[in-house]
């Protein structure tokens, strides 16, 4: 290292800080193409990329950290077993490396997940070490901002309580044997809340979940075999779909979340096109034929056609 520092007339602290400056470069065009990526839904290149980083950086919390998220980026589940090993290696070599609190918390995030599908205990250890529900940044900058910078606080932790408690509903649902109508209940449950917060219909980002609950509805009425409260929910899925398909950056207006803003470029998700491409795939199953020479359905699939990507 001296050698080199004299060779180029420099102090080894000098050389030390320049070596820095190019790696802190490189990261920072690392995480910029990724998010590139993970707004489209490109999870091959988004891997491609963080596997070229830690083989560059090894031993960057952030590089391990972006790798650790790509590999499952599909979202399987059970997680497979050669990319659950190399999750969990690197999950637990992050919390081994860093004392930074949210690259903590993201790691046992993943290790919870993977080990979900794979050991309960180890995923249930690990969902222990996390914090608790009442003590959370985001609840206590509730407490602590006020004026304006207050407000937006609020809504944007009550945004997040909101989606939290619709997506734990449809969680719930998988748990046990439900029926169909407490399966519908609980959707519907979803969709009451999001659309009572969202009062005046300008849902933004919350549209593709909308359109979510509505087609499992469908589904659970498909299932009953009732044709007309099948088509009803489909019809409801498939306009959600397509204002999802037609976003652009936004101001939400309902009285409870007039400060936040919806921007697309923020956004990330693990497929490609949009959710219209979501929903026609979704109609392609089997349990929808008896109601697939319907005039109505015929009407929903032109229309998801022409906003698909």
Not at 123 to 133: Q, W
């Amino acid at each position: 290292m001296p050698r080199i520092a004299f060779y180029f007339d420099i102090t080894v602290d000098e050389l030390l800080c320049v070596d820095q400056v190019r790696v802190e470069e490189a990261i920072a065009e690392y995480e910029r193409q990724a998010a590139v990526y993970q707004n489209n839904g490109e999870n091959e290149k988004n891997l491609e990329l963080w596997e070229q980083a830690y083989a560059e950086f090894p031993n960057d919390c952030r590089v391990i950290e972006g790798l650790m998220f790509a590999i499952n980026r599909d979202a399987i589940y059970p997680c497979p077993k050669d990319k659950a090993e190399r999750i969990i290696s690197l999950g637990e070599k992050l919390l081994q490396k860093t004392t930074d609190a949210r690259q903590r918390e993201n790691a046992l995030q993943c290790l919870c997940y993977t080990y979900d599908g794979i050991d309960k205990e180890k995923a249930l250890y690990y969902a222990d070490m996390c914090g608790g529900f009442y003590v959370t940044r985001e609840e206590l900058r509730t407490t602590i901002l006020d004026g304006e910078d207050g407000v937006e606080s609020c809504q944007s932790y009550i945004d997040s309580l909101i989606h939290t408690t619709a997506m734990t509903a449809l969680r719930m649902t998988s748990k046990i044997s439900f029926s169909h109508e407490e399966k519908i209940e609980a959707f519907r449950f979803a969709i009451d809340i999001l659309e009572r917060l969202y009062a005046d219909g300008n849902v933004g980002f919350y549209a593709s979940d909308l359109s979510l609950f509505y087609s499992m509805i469908a589904s659970e009425y498909a299932q009953m075999h009732d044709s007309q409260k099948t088509l009803d929910a489909l019809t409801e899925s498939c306009r959600y779909a397509v204002i999802e398909a037609n976003l652009k950056d936004m101001d939400y207006t309902a009285p409870m979340v007039n400060k936040l803003k919806y921007k697309k470029a923020d956004t990330t998700k693990n497929y490609k096109g949009n959710a219209c491409n979501l929903r026609l795939k979704a109609l392609e199953n089997r349990q929808f034929d008896f109601v697939r020479e319907e005039d109505a359905f015929r009407k929903l699939i032109v229309m998801l056609e022409q906003n698909a990507e």
